[in-house]
């Protein structure tokens, strides 16, 4: 498991989530995930710097930082994609502004 791995999940709300746990605590149980929501889904709600959209494999998609989240890792499956290159600044920044307001 790596840090911005993107997840079908079975059995959870969100049908994609993204990993933003390090990859340093790969042994534990449990990651630490941000819900992507397809833009097509028409989430109303976006902040450009807290739920930024991102360009996933050509689809658009909502991060989601407000509703991050605990999943066990027996509920992740196999890795998407990664997408740590494209997103690794962009997801930072909504975390960061969600945790720290800048």
Known sequence: MARFDVYRPTGRPASWLVDVQSS???ELESRV???LVPVEDGRQETIDRLMPVLDIEGRDFVLVTTDIAMVPTRLLGTPVTNIEAEHRDTITAAMD???QGY
């Open 24 to 26: 340093l605590l790969g």
């Open 33 to 35: 995930g941000i819900p």
């Open 97 to 99: 502004f969600l945790f």
